[in-house]
Antibody, heavy 119, light 106 residues
């Protein structure tokens, strides 16, 4: 059974850093693209970053240069390092598995972890 | 970036109604479009991929159509469990843009 479980969210001050984790099971990280999607309170879905099965990474313009996606295949874990956090980064962050190694739809999602950026 | 525009933003309907939600892309995305359903406090759930393919386990009252820049999600006969927010998403290119959502209310 495919599962994704996020952790690492919390309250952080503007300008601070946070690292999110997403532990996956039921599939091999290196065989699928995995993405971070966020949702600000009461708002829609917002794509953040993806790491493909081949290890290529892509970022939304709003987070480029501040966020870094990575993975540890041996630990079945995806990471999102978030630096220089801003109030507008406040959101529930979901990790989502793509149905293939590259760009495609998301067939499984985690339950999300809440990041709050506030002083 | 490819912009995705959904309409309507909100829709009132009744059990048994047939409803259609539209998603327009700012440039052609072929058939690289998915639809998701999201309920409050929950993660999105995949309904339709590749514009018209029904995800396993999703009821057949859900259907998708379209290609290029215009797409539709149709629910043939609304059930109480279908009242939720629906999002389209393009995956023609990284950026994976979502529509702004359509809230389906009673």
């Amino acid at each position: 059974e495919v599962q994704l479980l996020e952790s690492g969210g919390g309250l952080v001050q503007p300008g601070g850093s946070l690292r999110l984790s997403c532990v996956v099971s039921g599939f091999t990280l290196s065989s699928y693209a995995v993405t971070w999607v966020r949702q600000a309170p009461g708002k829609g879905l917002d794509w953040v970053s993806v790491i493909t099965g081949d290890g290529l990474t892509y970022y939304a313009d709003s987070v480029k240069g501040r966020f870094a996606i990575s993975r540890d295949n041996s630990k079945n874990t995806l990471f999102l390092q978030m630096n220089s956090l801003r109030a507008e980064d406040t959101a529930v962050y979901y990790c989502a598995k793509s149905a293939s190694v590259g760009a495609t739809h998301f067939d499984y999602w985690g339950q999300g972890t809440l990041v709050t950026v506030s002083s | 970036d490819i912009q995705m525009t959904q309409s309507p933003s909100a829709l009132s309907a009744s059990v048994g109604d047939r409803v259609t939600i539209t998603c327009r892309a700012s440039q052609s995305i072929s058939r690289w479009l998915a639809w998701y359903q999201q309920k409050p406090g929950k993660a999105p759930k995949l309904l339709i991929y590749d514009a018209s393919s029904l995800e396993s386990g999703v009821p057949s009252r859900f259907s998708g159509s379209g290609s290029g820049t215009e797409f539709t999600l149709t629910i043939s006969s609304l059930q109480p469990d279908d009242f939720a927010t629906y999002y389209c998403q393009q995956y023609n290119s990284y950026g994976y843009t979502f529509g702004q959502g359509t809230k389906l209310e009673i």
